[in-house]
């Protein structure tokens, strides 16, 4: 246990959602008990399948709170906040299990368990956080990191990693100069390195060296980090580690090179085809779920517009590898909006949208017609949010490597919606494009379900509507 929490916070973080999805199940145990404490005999015929049901129960309530962000690794919040969370997400991981138990009913535990259930269970998750976020946060618990290296590059760790959710998951021993780099970073923070790396690192404690130096010409001891590596110190370059850390790609520390030789951007046929596979199947359930929905937003748009006026609207964006395709969306502005043929950003309280713009818009339902650019091809559930032509081609020659984002497709949901405000600017894009390029670099079939189950948060709450 000692060893694992030291580990990266992914890791952590999925200790965390198994002990919890066990309590979530104890708790059912528990109300089942508590519920029927006058009837033995009744308990005993209803704990003979009990375990399946109270899995069923844990892993749909475990859902909703992921849904709500409770399993992020940077999350930034208040104690009050993360109850309101959890409260949230109880609601919704409680309704969907009533939408279960009607279309399964032999998964049904009985109104009385599932109540005291629900009860019990929010109780221990929100004791056990407490207890499990204190622990995380114990210094002796953090994984010891020394970076070699107290230039301009290596001082971005404390000026960019300030907050304790940035840190929640290592600390930093201290920074080592390398050769006659001008020192960046505070005075305090640096240390002296005494005899053979690995021999010194060991003493420290160290469970990661993380390379940083300004100029790395001839200027790393490689010897010695391979033997650090070889006694089982984790040795990474300062990229890959804002990389882990922050969950962007830290466009000012990256060459080509980093690029081309790092692990991830991986398109190989199968991740593909599993890809393509997962958006139609999930199009197709959300276009079944929600038709209802799209009526109603289409006859709000046709009586707040008047017959003869467009309900559906569609624009130019760049897709995969730089392809122009048609989006289509629910209409939220007046028609005349770009009456000059100039396009704009939108801006908050943008006097070009409609009443119900603005409500379809806030709740995200002016994109559920993308589901049919899905279910063509054109893009996919998870991907950055695809841009038009014109502001492709300014933030193109401006931002460096901006054209990766098209790598992959565009999608409904991304990394960056759920880690940036909407973006509005050309400093927006450059920021976006931090969480976007970590996307394409790492994006697999796990990934893309957390992001869409996130996005629910999204939705519920707003962020980022414009």
């Avoid at 200790?15 to 919890?20: D, G």
């Avoid at 790396?197 to 001839?218: F, K, N, S, T």
């Avoid at 392809?323 to 969306?329: E, Q, S």
Wanted: net charge positive.
């Amino acid at each position: 246990m000692y060893q694992l929490l030291r580990q990266r916070p992914t890791r952590w973080l999925l200790l965390l959602a198994l002990l919890e999805v066990v309590l979530l199940a104890l708790c059912v145990k528990a109300a089942s008990h508590l519920r029927f404490i006058a009837d033995e005999q009744t308990l005993s015929g209803f704990s003979a399948d009990l375990w399946p049901r109270a899995l069923l129960f844990a892993l749909v309530i475990a859902a909703g709170m992921a849904s709500l962000g409770l399993y992020q690794t940077h999350l930034r919040e208040t104690w009050f906040g993360l109850i309101a969370r959890q409260a949230v997400g109880f609601v919704l991981g409680g309704i969907a299990l009533i939408v279960i138990y009607y279309v399964f009913p032999l998964a049904y535990i009985g109104r009385g368990v599932f109540g005291i259930a629900l009860a019990f269970g929010f109780v221990a998750i929100a004791a056990f956080r407490v207890i499990f976020a204190r622990l995380v946060d114990t210094e002796a618990l953090k994984r010891r990191v020394l970076v070699l290296g107290a230039g301009r590059r290596s001082a971005l760790i404390p000026q960019r990693m300030r907050r304790r959710s940035d840190r929640r998951g290592f600390t930093i021993v201290g920074f080592v100069r390398m050769g006659e780099e001008e020192i960046a970073v505070p005075e305090d923070r640096l240390i002296e390195q005494e005899g053979g790396l690995r021999e010194w690192a060991e003493r420290l404690q160290i469970d990661e060296i993380v390379v940083g130096p300004d100029d790395r010409r001839g200027g790393l001891p490689m010897e010695e980090l391979l033997d650090c590596k070889q006694s089982g110190i984790a040795v990474t370059d300062l990229p890959t580690f804002f990389e882990r850390e922050s969950g962007k790609v830290k466009l000012s520390l990256i060459e080509p090179s980093w690029l081309v030789f790092s692990d991830g951007f991986n398109a190989s046929p199968l991740r593909l085809a599993i890809k393509r596979i997962f958006d139609v199947t999930t199009a197709l359930i959300v276009l079944a779920l929600t038709w209802p929905l799209m009526l109603l937003v289409a006859l709000a748009i046709r009586l707040e517009s008047g017959r003869g006026q467009p309900i559906l609207y569609r624009q130019e964006r760049v897709g995969e590898h730089g392809r122009v395709f048609a989006l289509t969306k629910f209409r939220s502005m007046r028609t005349d909006a770009e009456r000059d043929g100039v396009a704009r950003w939108a801006t908050r309280n943008d006097d070009r949208v409609t009443r119900v713009g603005r409500v379809i818009r806030k709740t995200r339902l002016d994109e559920l017609p993308q589901l049919g650019n899905v279910l063509r091809g054109e893009m996919s559930l998870v991907g950055p949010r695809p841009e038009r032509p014109q502001f492709v081609g300014e933030l193109s020659g401006k931002i460096r490597y901006y054209t990766l984002r098209h790598a992959v497709k565009p999608g409904l949901a991304g990394w960056a919606q759920l880690r940036y405000p909407y973006g509005a600017s050309e400093e927006d894009a450059a920021e976006k494009l931090k969480y976007d390029l970590f996307y394409v670099k790492n994006h697999n079939l796990l990934f893309d379900l957390m992001i869409l189950i996130q996005t629910v948060e999204v939705v519920l709450f707003g962020r980022g509507a414009r």
